[in-house]
């Protein structure tokens, strides 16, 4: 079978700058000499630390994003070793007031992060360490972490953790959104997961937050962790390895959208089995088509294919079951697509919807116009739609008030890639349009009160309230104003200081 790159899809996500400096112009300092600030900083550096300029040998290396729709822009990359220099390179940064951000897995597709311009990128990909505790069963990362650096490390010491669904996607950086994946119905959010931090603030001072110390900042790095700092560490509890997951690539024609969506709206998922469907265009067929990847945590194949009778009783034209080791979960399942959907400087124009109910009339739909939208615009057929339909009873359990993540009773999570081939393309106008179209589409009858949206799936046109919620959101701004008055930390997604 070959499926082509339009079928790429994500589902997991890294707000792309860990964490952003300040979003107004006040704090664009349009004349600055960048080369001099940074000589006479250096200093203050460790001898290791690395300094690149946009005609410097490596600098694309440690610049290149996942996404280049709308991107942010730089004139300097700085790779820090130590703490200590990620310290001074934010007091450097606010004394200049120089836009920066700091970042991780570089996978942040939010339009806001563009709002950083000629700024200085903090690349802490040198933190790479994954340290485990097996007595505490506790797994501690630094904020170069990716994924596909731990699924190894905790699988192997017979453990598991609660993770996104790509690979190559930032942890912490994923955590502080709140962290949605395959093992919501069973362990919960990964920020469900997070036990403590240790985080850089806009004064450059240290901080420690946990539930017992700075337990305030703590409620709110679960959930709007992006607007407080830079985390440099982070502390996770892991659990005890259920076994190998059951692992179900389906594809169906077209033609059953109707059924397979209704039957869908209809399923009972117990706290192991997720659902993702995927709406996509497949250029070898030249026709739409419909994908189901699947995965059942916790329980035999045997089991695992009783509670998929609905989904297999509809006669997929494709079918492949196998059970897989945890560590592999990104790789293997979902057609192994996770590779090429990891690559590097594509276009995703995202748009993300959550929904706590579903309407299989909304999903019906929105299929028919993609599928006219692919007709009509052959170059952004590799436009799909994602539905995570993650079963929440883990999510659910714990108290809404424990964590400052407001959409814990979500059932899926809709992400709209609108993709083109090329920046300049003429068709981005009329894909983008769609984009929105179809967000608005999902909201309308979405269970919730208008649109809401997970903060890593974000566009960056929402509101702070559709983001973040308005009951969170009084908290939320006194911690901004305590902890970021100036919006240092202001380019993903932004916190207001008063809120209402």
Not at 301 to 318: D, G, S, T, V
Request: proline residues 6%.
């Amino acid at each position: 079978m070959h499926l082509t790159s339009s079928l790429l899809f994500t589902s997991a996500f890294l707000a792309g700058g860990i964490n952003a400096s300040p979003a107004t112009n006040a704090y664009r300092r349009q004349n600055a000499d960048m080369r001099t600030i940074i000589g006479d900083t250096t200093q203050v550096l460790t001898n290791t630390t690395k300094i690149r300029f946009p005609d410097s040998d490596g600098f694309f290396g440690v610049t290149e994003r996942w996404d280049v729709y709308r991107p942010p822009s730089y004139q300097a990359a700085i790779t820090p070793t130590t703490e200590a220099d990620i310290v001074s390179l934010v007091k450097m940064a606010k004394e200049h007031n120089i836009p920066f951000l700091a970042t991780g897995g570089r996978h942040g597709y939010g339009t806001t992060l563009g709002n950083c311009q000629e700024g200085l990128a903090i690349d802490l990909s040198h933190f790479k360490d994954v340290k485990l505790d097996k007595q505490k069963e506790t797994v501690t990362i630094g904020p170069g972490v990716v994924f596909a650096d731990v699924f190894p490390v905790v699988h192997d010491a017979g453990f598991q953790i609660q993770t996104g669904t790509c690979s190559c996607v930032g942890m912490i950086g994923a955590t502080i959104g709140a962290g949605i994946g395959r093992l919501d119905g069973v362990h919960g959010l990964v920020i469900d997961a997070l036990e403590s931090v240790r985080m850089v603030t806009a004064n450059g001072d240290i901080v420690e937050a946990s539930k017992t110390k700075n337990p305030e900042l703590f409620w709110g790095i679960r959930g709007a962790g992006a607007n407080f700092g830079i985390i440099t560490q982070a502390t996770y509890k892991m659990h005890k390895n259920m076994g190998d997951i059951i692992s179900f690539d389906l594809i169906y024609e077209p033609e059953k959208n109707v059924t397979l969506f209704n039957t869908i709206a209809n399923m009972y998922l117990p706290p192991g089995l997720t659902v993702e469907t995927i709406m996509s265009y497949n250029q070898t067929t030249e026709k739409p088509t419909i994908i189901i990847s699947s995965t059942y945590a916790g329980g035999s194949e045997a089991e695992a294919r009783r509670w998929m009778q609905p989904l297999l009783r509809l006669n997929p034209w494709y079918t492949d079951i196998k059970p897989i080791p945890w560590k592999r979960m990104s790789t293997d399942t979902t057609l192994g697509l996770d590779k090429e959907v990891c690559a590097n400087s594509q276009i995703y124009d995202v748009y993300g919807v959550n929904l706590r109910r579903h309407d299989a009339n909304t999903w019906v739909k929105t299929f028919n116009k993609l599928a006219k939208f692919w007709n009509e615009q052959p170059a952004a057929q590799s436009s799909v739609i994602v539905l995570e339909t993650w079963p929440n009873q883990a999510v659910v359990a714990v108290p809404d008030s424990q964590t400052a993540y407001p959409w814990r009773d979500a059932t899926t999570y809709v992400m709209i890639q609108m993709r083109w081939d090329a920046p300049g393309n003429p068709v981005e106008t009329v894909a983008d349009a769609m984009g929105r179209e179809l967000r608005d589409d999902y909201a309308k009858t979405s269970g919730y009160n208008g649109l809401t949206v997970y903060v890593n799936y974000a566009h960056g046109d929402e509101t702070p309230e559709q983001i973040y919620g308005r009951n969170k959101l009084p908290r939320l701004a006194k911690l901004k104003k305590q902890y970021d008055p100036s919006s240092v930390f202001g380019f993903h997604n932004p916190l207001p200081t008063s809120y209402p």
